[in-house]
């Protein structure tokens, strides 16, 4: 499975210098952009999509966004109850919302291998997977990044077209975290993030502020046509971004999947 594939189609001709400063221009979004404003108008109506981490954060408003524009979303969750809240929310705001619910614990191999059998079973397709909550930080995050780059390399030498990407949530995303963990304690009841929109008070109309924009790169990547056939590339903010040299190092990207296949295999 890969990180954040997207159907893809925009070939770039310019030298990697101009392309990076024409990519800070080139979305028309910026961090301050929410989720909505990076999907308006974008059908996603025959799509599915998996959404790992779909219970809270930017997974949840993520799910909620992408049903919200006609996409099938799986929601792989740990908690199945708070799944089923969340989707049931959802479902109230979006009646015509397509969601399911299915139990992953990313920590087990032997869940997601049961996951992937239920999912294959399913008969559904899987245009977009979106492979969300990652709780370690340091390493992990450039580990994302070389990980999209090398599955870039073997999607290109098989000839299929898959794409996959990692991202940054960005900037403003930080502070959900810390005021997220403010309002709702170490475990929030997820669904009552639906209705944050409702309520009323500064600092809660910023929350959800904070959430839109959270999700916004990750919609974007996931379902805007300015993404078709982009690949192996890092986004942050709406945007194509540089990361560090550690994680464009083509010999610890070989290394990591090498590495990787040797844990995953049964
Ligand atoms: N929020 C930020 O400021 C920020 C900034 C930079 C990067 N990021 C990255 O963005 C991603 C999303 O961040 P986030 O803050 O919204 O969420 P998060 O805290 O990383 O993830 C929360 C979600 O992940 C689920 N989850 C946790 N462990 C799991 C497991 N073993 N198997 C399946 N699901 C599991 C949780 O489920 P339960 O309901 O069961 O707990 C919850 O739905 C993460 O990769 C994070 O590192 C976030």
Redesign the pocket.
């Known amino acids: 499975m890969c990180m954040y594939p997207v159907i893809c189609n925009v070939v770039f001709e310019h030298t990697q210098l101009v392309i990076m400063e024409w990519m800070l221009w080139a979305s028309g979004f910026s961090a301050s952009s929410t989720a909505e404003d990076v999907t308006q108008g974008i059908d996603g109506t025959g799509l599915t999509s998996i959404v790992?981490?779909?219970?809270?954060?930017?997974?949840?408003e993520t799910t909620h966004v992408l049903a919200s524009h006609g996409v099938h979303v799986v929601m792989?969750?740990?908690?199945t109850k708070?799944g089923k809240k969340v989707k049931e929310a959802i479902v109230n705001e979006i009646p015509t919302a397509k969601v399911d619910v299915m139990e992953?614990?990313?920590?087990s191999l032997a869940s997601v291998r049961k996951f992937a059998a239920e999912f294959i079973s399913s008969s559904l397709p899987l245009n977009i997977l979106i492979y969300?909550?990652?709780?370690a930080?340091g390493q992990s995050k450039p580990a994302n990044i070389l990980h999209a780059k090398e599955l870039t390399k073997h999607f290109k030498e098989s000839g299929v077209n898959i794409t996959a990407n990692a991202l940054?949530?960005g900037s403003i995303?930080?502070?959900?975290?810390r005021y997220h963990n403010i309002i709702n304690g170490e475990n929030p009841d997820?669904s009552k993030l639906v209705y944050l929109h409702h309520f009323t008070g500064f600092f809660v109309q910023n929350l959800a502020l904070f959430l839109i924009q959270?999700a916004a790169t990750t919609c974007y990547v996931s379902l805007h046509p300015q993404i078709k056939g982009v690949s192996g590339e890092y986004f942050m903010d709406n945007n194509i971004a540089q990361p560090n040299s550690y994680a464009m190092n083509a010999e610890l990207a070989k290394e990591l999947w090498d590495i990787s296949l040797t844990m995953v295999a049964p």
């Open positions: 790992t981490g779909a219970t809270s954060g930017i997974g949840f792989a969750v740990r908690n708070s992953l614990d990313l920590s969300n909550p990652i709780y930080y940054h949530p995303a930080i502070n959900l975290l997820p959270g």
